[in-house]
């Protein structure tokens, strides 16, 4: 025998499956934020972009190709600029580089990577990753952290506290950062 909801219980199925789909709407478009850092405290921003935005002149970026060829493209393609940020190295698996190597894999890719490049730019490339994964593979010199949900646990250097900001000029979101630490800091960082 087949049951059917009373009224009044399928319209309170309708009213939250209606408030969970609005909800969905507001968090993907960026209306509504998980975190939303005090620009008091963090008065330094700035955004990362990749392929996801469409063509930007300026942007040196390769994710997941073999170290080696990987650091080659970035270093053929990156400007040798007096007060550039630190190369950064993302590691991230998702879309297509879903595939988790090994600990042991993962740390001797980065070796490479790292050491063409400081070798390329005479700068040590910082890490970029979630918090789980830098906590899943043991990274213990993460600088800069994505979590779109809390403030990361410290050290850190730059938090990217979400990716889903406009920005005039740029199709599509960016993804949006702050620095955790003073001006003095920050022009040390760029040297």
């Known amino acids: 025998m087949r049951r ?13 499956a209606v408030a969970a789909l609005a909800l ?6 960026g209306v509504l934020w998980f975190n939303m850092p005090s620009r008091a405290r963090w ?20 994710f997941c ?4 060829d990987q650091a080659a493209n970035f270093l053929s393609v990156v400007p040798r600029e007096a007060d550039a940020l630190p190369p950064v190295v993302d ?7 879903a595939a988790r190597p090994a600990r042991d894999t993962l740390l001797a890719e980065l070796a490479v990577y790292r050491d063409a490049v400081e070798a390329g730019l005479g700068r040590r490339p910082v890490l970029y990753a979630t918090g789980d994964l830098a906590r899943s593979y043991q990274l213990s010199d993460v600088a800069w952290v994505r979590d779109i ?23 599509g979101y960016v993804d949006v ?5 003073d001006e ?6 760029v040297r």
Not at 43 to 62: E, N
């Open 4 to 16: 059917v909801l009373p009224p009044s219980a399928a319209l309170a199925v309708a009213a939250l």
């Open 24 to 29: 969905a709407g507001v968090l993907y478009t």
């Open 43 to 62: 008065p330094i921003r700035g955004l990362d972009v990749s392929h996801h935005q469409g063509p930007i002149d300026w942007a040196a970026y390769t």
């Open 65 to 68: 190709r073999p170290a080696a």
């Open 91 to 97: 590691v991230e698996f998702g879309g297509n580089c």
């Open 149 to 171: 949900f809390r403030e990361p646990a410290p050290p850190w250097t730059v938090w990217q506290y979400s990716q889903r900001e406009r920005v005039a000029g740029i199709d």
């Open 177 to 181: 950062n702050v620095f955790g630490g």
């Open 184 to 189: 003095a800091a920050f022009a040390r960082l």
